[in-house]
């Protein structure tokens, strides 16, 4: 079966540090989305993309966050200046019909900021 | 507050007895989606149920949806220990398909 894969699967980093999630979408796949989790919390909603552009963002996915479809199948996250809060389980996913068709996810990238 | 929030919490149920879960949400949606989490784990999509739709079923898993109430609810019928996990209902807002918000989940566990 399909699935989304993610890179690295930890990452550890010092606060103020530049850090770029990975994740390879399925690739008939043309929606993305970034949510992040962190630890025993609520799944939370960071960005949605399509057609290279941002679809939708909410208010945690501020001017230090930035997405990237470089080429035809990576999709990035980036943080610019990482801050302690930012330490969570990063999850991409993606689809092939927008908002009516599950989601697949990835394993996810634990981003402990120190 | 929460566009989708599960209740319980957390559930404890011995092997082979019914599990029950509720969302319950704020706005009008196009469709409601139930994952599963194993620990660490991303999330694995279960089902999904339209907003026309009252209820669904796929293998051990029944879904219902109230629009009136705003509320669904996900059965899981005679557990199993891989069934331990925690399950969180997705919601796709009505016009903002680009949106899908979770809720805290529910988190399930089945004593042997």
């Known amino acids: 079966e399909p699935e989304v894969t993610q890179t690295p699967s930890h990452q550890v980093t010092q606060m103020g540090q530049e850090v770029i999630l990975r994740c390879v979408p399925i690739?008939?796949?043309?929606?993305f989305y970034w949510y992040r989790q962190i630890l025993g919390q609520k799944v939370e909603f960071l960005v949605s993309?399509?057609?290279?552009?941002?679809?939708?963002k909410s208010e945690i996915f501020d001017d230090q966050f930035s997405v990237e479809r470089p080429d035809g199948s990576n999709f990035t996250l980036k943080i610019r200046s990482t801050k302690l809060e930012d330490s969570a389980m990063y999850f991409c996913?993606?689809?092939?019909?927008?908002?009516?068709?599950?989601?697949?996810f990835g394993s996810g990238t634990q981003l402990s900021v120190l | 507050s929460q566009q989708g929030e599960e209740d319980p919490q957390a559930l404890s149920i011995q092997e082979g007895e019914n599990a029950t879960m509720n969302c319950s949400y704020k706005t009008s949606i196009n469709n409601l989606q139930w994952y599963r989490q194993n620990s660490g784990r991303g999330l694995v999509h279960l089902i999904l149920?339209?907003?026309?739709?009252r209820e669904k079923h796929s293998g051990r898993l029944r879904v219902t949806l109230d629009t009136s109430k705003k509320s669904s609810s996900l059965l899981i019928t005679a557990s199993r220990a891989a069934d331990t996990a925690s399950y969180f209902c997705a919601t796709v807002v009505m016009n903002r398909d680009d949106k899908i918000i979770f809720g805290k989940g529910t988190r399930l566990h089945i004593l042997p």
């Open positions: 149920i339209r907003s026309n739709e």
């Open positions: 993309f399509y057609n290279n552009e941002i679809s939708e």
């Open positions: 690739s008939n796949h043309l929606y």
């Open positions: 996913a993606s689809s092939e019909i927008w908002g009516d068709e599950k989601l697949f």
